[in-house]
């Protein structure tokens, strides 16, 4: 059972950046692919950006397009752990952010995934 940690939540002012980092309690999640979804109060939890990984499209990222250009993801096989940089915050993007893995490609639904970290919290204030 692959475990995930997420850090790096906090509080910023609009337009700054932050970058989250999911680290993972076993090799076995260089296979998987990693995505990081978000959750807002009274709201569903949403995609926000994946990442294939090493075994099916090498790599292969995809993006929210409320975040296409500020966010970008990243991985670092070697120590089991995926990034979320996060710049030009705004006001919307406050939420509790989830790092997740699934057995497979890509995918944009969170049913989809098969392994959830516990959540870091970010708020933007104005």
């Known amino acids: 059972q692959v475990q995930l940690v997420e850090s790096g939540g906090g509080l910023v002012q609009t337009g700054g950046s932050l970058k989250l980092s999911c680290v993972a309690s076993?090799?076995?999640?260089?296979?998987?692919?990693m995505g990081w979804f978000r959750q807002a109060p009274g709201k569903e939890r949403e995609f926000v950006a994946g990442?294939?990984?090493?075994?099916?499209?090498?790599?292969?990222?995809l993006y929210a397009d409320s975040v296409k250009g500020r966010f970008f993801i990243s991985r670092d096989n070697a120590k089991n752990t995926v990034y979320l940089q996060m710049n030009s915050l705004k006001l919307e993007d406050t939420a509790i952010y989830y790092c997740?893995?699934?057995?497979?490609?890509?995918?944009?639904?969170?049913?989809?995934?098969?392994?959830w970290g516990q959540g870091t919290q970010v708020t933007v204030s104005s």
């Open positions: 997740a893995g699934r057995i497979g490609g890509n995918s944009r639904a969170p049913e989809e995934y098969n392994y």
């Open positions: 076993e090799p076995t999640f260089n296979s998987y692919a």
């Open positions: 990442i294939a990984g090493i075994a099916v499209h090498r790599f292969f990222t």
